[in-house]
């Protein structure tokens, strides 16, 4: 069983589109964080979700919302993509909230703006 | 969050000891040092983490000096398969704080060879 699970893993689509990346997780955590990757490799934490509850927006575009339906996941939805968002999304869970906690991350989804 | 530099590439021959060094000259009182392992395509995943001294597990050892104001990961009789980047990161403890808002930098490249 996949502790951290996302979904699609590829993602390819046309600047304008909106499209969902889904994320769950087995692990029984409180907190779930969607990360970025961008093409200089640099990982950079952009929400957190600690019992359903936003406690994490890291200056991220409004264009990209976060929604928790419940604890054990968190999927991240992206209106009117631009060329920029390309690059590989990380679903996380951590057990507690804490700021050095030990993170779990799923396998990222590659995103490609046409 | 304290900023963390850490050599960009290194190089090793399958079999030996490869110690990776980070160095976080304004780390704080209740900062703790962890380290991260990715693979490609793969998100990051928990390899140890410290606060001062030496912490030792099953796949790795973490020296940090006195001050702290460095930290070296060592990974004993390295193998192929431990071809990833490293990160180093620091930030307040488990349990402190909100959310993890630690952010990756750009790691170190260890490539192993035969």
């Known amino acids: 069983d996949t502790a951290v699970s996302q979904t699609p893993k590829y993602l390819v689509t046309q600047m304008g589109n909106d499209k969902s990346i889904k994320c769950e997780q087995n692990?029984?955590?409180?907190?779930m964080y969607w990360y970025k990757q961008d093409s200089k490799k640099f990982l950079k934490i952009m929400f957190s979700?600690?019992?359903?509850?936003?406690?994490i927006n890291e200056t991220v575009p409004n264009r990209f919302s976060p929604k928790s339906p419940d604890k054990a996941h968190l999927n991240l939805h992206i209106n009117s993509l631009e060329l920029g968002d390309s690059a590989v999304y990380f679903c996380?869970?951590?057990?507690?909230?804490?700021?050095?906690?030990?993170?779990?991350f799923g396998s990222g989804t590659q995103l490609s703006v046409l | 969050l304290a900023k963390t530099t850490q050599p960009i590439s290194m190089d090793s021959y399958e079999g030996q000891e490869v110690n990776i060094t980070c160095s976080h000259n304004?780390?704080?009182?209740?900062?703790?040092i962890t380290w991260y392992q990715q693979f490609p395509s793969q998100g990051p995943r928990f390899i140890i983490q410290?606060?001062?001294t030496k912490v030792t597990n099953e796949v790795a050892s973490l020296f940090i000096p006195a001050d702290r104001k460095s930290s070296t990961l060592s990974l004993p009789r390295v193998s192929l398969s431990d071809t990833a980047v490293y990160y180093c990161?620091?930030?307040?403890?488990?349990?402190?704080?909100?959310?993890?808002?630690?952010?990756f930098g750009t790691g170190t490249r260890l490539q192993v060879t035969l």
């Open positions: 979700y600690n019992n359903k509850e936003l406690i």
């Open positions: 692990l029984g955590h409180d907190t």
């Open positions: 990161l620091v930030g307040p403890g488990p349990r402190t704080g909100t959310a993890s808002k630690l952010t």
């Open positions: 304004n780390i704080a009182t209740n900062d703790y």
């Open positions: 410290g606060y001062k």
């Open positions: 996380a869970s951590s057990q507690g909230g804490g700021t050095n906690e030990k993170l779990f």
